[in-house]
């Protein structure tokens, strides 16, 4: 397995919850790692994601100011902070990770994937 999700579960509206991403193997290679969702009958879309240095972070527009993504080389892992959450943030959540300084918004340019948590914030 090279990268390991989890975190995910059930949060009332304005909740929070904070998801772990654990990489092992090739994906401690990686340059980005990154978190996407995919809600039930949509596509994948791109949440979050950050340089190996930590110190460059990038976020989709419907999460700035209430997602923080930071991660713990030490200990491999990544993780997304999740607060104010709404009951359209309920997806899936997947982390990735890819070979390479740039930062894609498309989950295609991922080579490493995990294994997915569900995020469900009910109103």
């Known amino acids: 397995v090279q990268l390991q999700a989890s975190g995910g579960g059930l949060v009332q509206a304005g909740g929070s919850l904070r998801l772990s991403c654990s990489a092992s193997?090739?994906?401690?290679?990686?340059?980005?790692m990154g978190w996407f969702r995919q809600a039930l009958g949509k596509e994948r879309e791109f949440v979050a994601a950050i340089r190996r240095s930590g110190v460059n972070t990038y976020y989709a527009d419907s999460v700035k100011g209430r997602f923080t993504i930071s991660r713990d080389n030490a200990k491999n892992t990544v993780y997304l902070q999740m607060n104010g959450l709404k009951p359209e943030d309920t997806a899936v959540y997947y982390c990735?990770?890819?070979?390479?300084?740039?930062?894609?918004?498309?989950?295609?340019?991922?080579?490493?994937w995990g294994q997915g948590t569900l995020v469900t914030v009910s109103s």
């Open positions: 990735a990770a890819k070979i390479g300084m740039v930062v894609f918004h498309e989950s295609r340019k991922y080579e490493y």
């Open positions: 193997g090739r994906a401690l290679s990686s340059d980005v």
